[in-house]
Structure formats: structure tokens, C-alpha cells
């Protein structure tokens, strides 16, 4: 015997539909939703060799060498408005027998510094590669003046060398970015 069971289940589910326990909605906590994502980005990388640092033709020294690279990620609005804090990373590797002063200077499209960081790359020699950690962290007031830049000059600087120094200068770098979203209506 053959019973019809779609009826007495359409029943029953639909009790259930009825009867289940519903909390009420308050779709207007969706405006208290902030959204925190951690951004991370590699910004800077060079390979010097000592005889960028020499001039074989001339025979003087080059005690700087410059480099400009744009930071595109920080001329959004969103971005500036919602950054937080900034960490940058550096890492030196060095076989040159000599120490360098490095600068990172962050200027904006008026060519005006608007943040300014530097430290110091200990001596390493070719046999021996010295690694050297530079970490700047970046928030509170500074951070506004770091996402007015559009481009960060980087200057390596040695006190003196000669035709004879030998080895490599490299840098590694990347920028984490935290940021907090809000809804802004």
C-alpha cells in the first residue's frame, strides 16, 4: 500500500519554517563593521658593486650614489584615510670592507621631504658578508606625513674607498601596511 508522504512532509517542514527560533535583525550594526587588512609589499631592492662607488676614468671617488623609486600604493585616498601604521624593512647585505650611511627620503610630487629615516650598513668583506636588519616603525602623526609622498630617494653614502675595494652592497626591502576601514557615510 502506497501512501502520499508529500503532503504530510510539506506539512511538517512547514511548521518548522514557522516555528523556528529567529533572533531579530539589526541591519544597522552593518555600519559598525571595521575591516582591518594587512598589506605587505616589496619597495625597495639594489645590488651596488664598489665600483659604482669609484670612478675608474676619472679616478675619484663617487661617495653617493642616489636612487628614486614612486610609491604608487600610498596616492590613494582610501589608503591615506585609512592607514594606520607602516613598518619598513630593510635588509643590508654587505661585502664591501667599508660602512655606509643610508637615507630614505620620502618626498612628495612638489619635490618637498616629507619623511625622512636613515641608518647605518656595517663593514663586511667579500669572504665575509655582514648582514645588517633595519626596521622603522611609522604611525601617530608621521603617518600622514609619510602618505603625502609619491616617491622615496634612497642615498648610500661610504666616507671613502678606491680602485681596489671590492665586493657588493645589496638591499632587500618591503613595506607592511595595517590599515583600519570604516564606514565613512
Not at 23 to 40: C, M, S
Not at 60 to 82: A, K, M, P
Amino acid at each position: 500500500m502506497k501512501k502520499n508522504l508529500l503532503l504530510p512532509l510539506t506539512v511538517v517542514f512547514s511548521m518548522l519554517l514557522v516555528c523556528s527560533c529567529v533572533k531579530d535583525v539589526d541591519f544597522d550594526q552593518a555600519q559598525n563593521i571595521t575591516l582591518t587588512p594587512v598589506v605587505e609589499l616589496d619597495l625597495i631592492y639594489f645590488n651596488l658593486d664598489a665600483g659604482d662607488f669609484f670612478d675608474t676614468i676619472s679616478n675619484t671617488q663617487r661617495l653617493t650614489v642616489r636612487d628614486t623609486t614612486e610609491i604608487r600604493f600610498l596616492d590613494d585616498t582610501g589608503v591615506q584615510e585609512s592607514l594606520k601604521r607602516a613598518e619598513f624593512l630593510f635588509n643590508f647585505t654587505n661585502t664591501i670592507n667599508r660602512e655606509f650611511q643610508v637615507e630614505f627620503q620620502f618626498i612628495n610630487e612638489m619635490n618637498q621631504e616629507t619623511y625622512y629615516t636613515s641608518t647605518t650598513v656595517s663593514a663586511g668583506n667579500v669572504g665575509n658578508p655582514v648582514a645588517t636588519q633595519f626596521i622603522e616603525n611609522v604611525e601617530g602623526p608621521e603617518i600622514l606625513e609619510l602618505t603625502m609622498a609619491d616617491r622615496v630617494v634612497v642615498s648610500v653614502t661610504v666616507e671613502t674607498i678606491d680602485e681596489t675595494v671590492a665586493g657588493e652592497l645589496n638591499l632587500q626591502s618591503k613595506t607592511t601596511y595595517y590599515l583600519e576601514i570604516k564606514d565613512r557615510s
